[in-house]
T-cell receptor, first 113, second 110 residues
Framework: NAGVTQTPKFRILKIGQSMTLQCTQDMNHNYMYWYRQDPGMGLKLIYYSVGAGITDKGEVPNGYNVSRSTTEDFPLRLELAAPSQTSVYFC????????????FGSGTRLTVV | RKEVEQDPGPFNVPEGATVAFNCTYSNSASQSFFWYRQDCRKEPKLLMSVYSSGNEDGRFTAQLNRASQYISLLIRDSKLSDSATYLCVVRRPSNYQLIWGAGTKLIIKP
């Protein structure tokens, strides 16, 4: 049982480049989330989805886009990367709104230079 | 004032000791609270939910104090493997989103 799988684990981008962070879960969870974690800060919600075809903005959506065409996949797109997007990105899923906890992927460490 | 605040630590504690740390929250209408554990360079994992009456899971006890708006985590008989960062999480009542504290770092020393 893989849980939540994120790829890549590490990436270095140049300013202005674009990339997609992949996230797949095999638990048939309807709820999925993208967070970023900066040093000394709590996780910040970028986007979330409550089911296939439904996405919504979190606290820090600027510079990112998402799609949710299937229950399993929730990719995060970075357009025109900026140094401020250097962070650790976590994808997570949950059975409901998180009362039984979130299952997180192992994270993507992104550096924008 | 931040919605969720934690002492960043680190708390340096000898093995076998009892350690406790608190987390304060600003929204008195908050209803759901959690503690997550995050090991260095790893993803967060749910440690326990925090119920109004308090709850215990082995060596871990979580308490909620609504009057003073804080939750606490007590770890008894601490183990080296308890070394981690403990994240306090509160559900925002207006939109059900989780608000994450920055974490308290715990280091258990032999």
């Amino acid at each position: 049982n893989a849980g939540v799988t994120q790829t890549p684990k590490f990436r270095i981008l140049k300013i202005g480049q674009s990339m997609t962070l992949q996230c797949t879960q095999d638990m048939n969870h309807n709820y999925m989330y993208w967070y970023r974690q900066d040093p000394g800060m709590g996780l910040k919600l970028i986007y979330y989805s409550v089911g296939a075809g439904i996405t919504d903005k979190g606290e820090v959506p600027n510079g990112y886009n998402v799609s949710r065409s299937t229950t399993e996949d929730f990719p995060l797109r970075l357009e025109l990367a900026a140094p401020s997007q250097t962070s650790v990105y976590f994808c997570a899923s949950s059975y409901d709104e998180g009362n039984y906890g979130y299952t997180f992927g192992s994270g993507t460490r992104l550096t924008v230079v | 004032r931040k919605e969720v605040e934690q002492d960043p630590g680190p708390f340096n504690v000898p093995e076998g000791a009892t350690v406790a740390f608190n987390c304060t929250y600003s929204n008195s209408a908050s209803q759901s609270f959690f503690w997550y554990r995050q090991d260095c360079r790893k993803e967060p994992k749910l440690l326990m939910s925090v119920y109004s009456s308090g709850n215990e899971d082995g060596r871990f006890t979580a308490q909620l104090n609504r009057a003073s708006q804080y939750i606490s985590l007590l770890i008894r008989d601490s183990k080296l493997s308890d070394s981690a960062t403990y994240l306090c999480v509160v559900r925002r009542p207006s939109n059900y989103q989780l608000i994450w504290g920055a974490g308290t770092k715990l280091i258990i020393k032999p």
